[in-house]
C-alpha cells in the first residue's frame, strides 16, 4: 500500500484524493518504536544544527481543529532539546498584529540560526481561516499565495528550510474528536463556538485548504499531507519528514581551535 506525501509543484492537490486513515501495513506498536528511533536521531541532529548555527528549520502544522497539531508539538518536543526549539502558536491576531501586514508577526516569530521553530497555525491561516470566515474581502487574500511564496523563498535563501505539514482527519474522525472534548473536563477549555460553527463550514475548509496547498506547493517549501487520523502514524510521519530533512542538511560542529587545547593551566 503507498499513499504520496508530497505532489509536485503545479499538480492540484485535492485532499479528497488523500485517505486520513491511510497507515502502510504498520502497526502501532512498530509505529511508536520507529517513532521512537527517530526522535532520538532528531535529539542529536538539532544538537549539531545548534552548535553549527548557520541555518535554521521551521516545521509549519496546519490543519483544521482537532487535527493533532498539539500532540504532534508534545512528541517532537519531548525528543528534542528545549534549548534547540522555538514553539509558536498563531490565534487571531491581535489589534497591534492588524495594524501591520500579515506577515510581520510570523517574520518576527522565524527561529535564529542554530534552531528550530514549530508553528502550531501560522501565515496560512489568512488564506484559510481568514478567507472562510470573510474576515477581509477576496481581493485581500487573493494576492497572498503569491506574497507567501515570495516570504518562503526569501527566508529560504536565508537559510530557512521550510518543513510544511498538513494534518488530515477525516470529518468522521473530527466528530469523534470533538465529542470527546465535549464530555472530559480536562479538555472541554479547548472547545470555543468557533470550533463548532467551523465544522459547519466543512467543505469551504476543504477548499481552502486545496488552494492553500495547491498554490503554495513549491520547490523551496513543499507540502506535506499527513495522514493524521491515527495519532500514531501522524507522529510517526512527522517524526520521520523532520528526521529526513534534518539529515539531508547534514549540520555539521564547528571547527575547532586546536590553539585551546595549550591554554588550560
Ligand atoms: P487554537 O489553535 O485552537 O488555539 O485556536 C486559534 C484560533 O485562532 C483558531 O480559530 C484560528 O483559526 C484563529 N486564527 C489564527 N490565525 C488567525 C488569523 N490570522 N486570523 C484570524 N483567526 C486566526
Ligand atoms: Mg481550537
Same mark, same amino acid.
Not at 527517530?38 to 481543529?65: M, P, T
Not at 528534542?80 to 516569530?109: G, M, N, T, Y
Given at each position: ?11 492540484? !492537490? ?24 527517530? =526522535? ?15 541555518? $535554521? ?15 504532534? &508539538?508534545?512528541?517532537? $518536543?519531548?525528543? !528534542?532539546?528545549?534549548?534547540? +526549539?522555538?514553539?509558536? =502558536?498563531?490565534? $487571531?491576531?491581535?489589534? +497591534? #498584529? ?23 497555525? =501560522?501565515?496560512? #491561516?489568512?488564506?484559510?481561516? *481568514? ?16 506574497? &507567501?511564496?515570495?516570504? #518562503?523563498? @526569501? ?7 521550510? *518543513? %510544511?505539514?498538513?494534518?488530515? !482527519? =477525516? ?7 470533538? #465529542? ?10 479547548? @472547545? ?19 488552494? $492553500?496547498?495547491? %498554490? ?9 499531507? *499527513?495522514?493524521?487520523?491515527? %495519532? ?5 510521519? *512527522?517524526?520521520?519528514? @523532520?528526521?529526513?530533512? @534534518? ?15 595549550? %591554554?588550560?593551566?
Amino acid at each position: 500500500m503507498h499513499q504520496p506525501l508530497t505532489l509536485p509543484p503545479g499538480r492540484d !492537490i485535492r485532499l479528497a484524493d488523500f485517505d486520513p486513515d491511510f497507515h502502510e501495513d504498520i502497526d502501532r506498536a512498530d509505529a511508536e518504536a520507529e517513532t521512537k528511533r527517530h =526522535s532520538d536521531a532528531l535529539d542529536e541532529l538539532a544538537y549539531r544544527l545548534y552548535a553549527e548555527s548557520r541555518r $535554521a528549520v521551521v516545521v509549519v502544522l496546519q490543519g483544521i481543529d482537532t487535527s493533532g497539531k498539539d500532540g504532534t &508539538i508534545r512528541m517532537l $518536543a519531548g525528543g !528534542i532539546s528545549p534549548q534547540c +526549539l522555538d514553539v509558536r =502558536s498563531f490565534k $487571531a491576531p491581535s489589534a +497591534l #498584529e492588524l495594524a501591520h501586514d500579515f506577515l510581520w508577526r510570523i517574520h518576527a516569530a522565524v527561529p535564529a540560526h542554530g534552531r528550530i521553530g514549530i508553528f502550531n497555525r =501560522s501565515h496560512y #491561516e489568512d488564506v484559510i481561516v *481568514v478567507r472562510v470566515r470573510q474576515l477581509v474581502s477576496r481581493s485581500v487574500w487573493e494576492p497572498r499565495y503569491d506574497q &507567501i511564496n515570495a516570504f #518562503e523563498k @526569501l527566508l529560504g535563501d536565508g537559510g530557512l528550510t521550510f *518543513v %510544511k505539514c498538513f494534518l488530515h !482527519i =477525516s470529518k468522521r474522525e473530527q466528530r469523534e474528536r470533538l #465529542e470527546e472534548r465535549l464530555r472530559d473536563p480536562r479538555k472541554q477549555w479547548k @472547545l470555543g463556538p468557533d470550533d463548532l460553527a467551523d465544522r459547519t463550514r466543512w467543505d469551504d475548509f476543504q477548499e481552502a485548504y486545496d488552494d $492553500a496547498l495547491t %498554490k503554495c506547493n513549491t520547490h523551496h517549501a513543499p507540502w506535506h499531507i *499527513v495522514p493524521a487520523d491515527k %495519532k500514531w502514524y501522524r507522529n510517526l510521519v *512527522v517524526a520521520r519528514i @523532520l528526521r529526513q530533512t @534534518l539529515a539531508g542538511l547534514d549540520p555539521r560542529f564547528p571547527a575547532f581551535d586546536s590553539s585551546l587545547l595549550t %591554554k588550560l593551566d
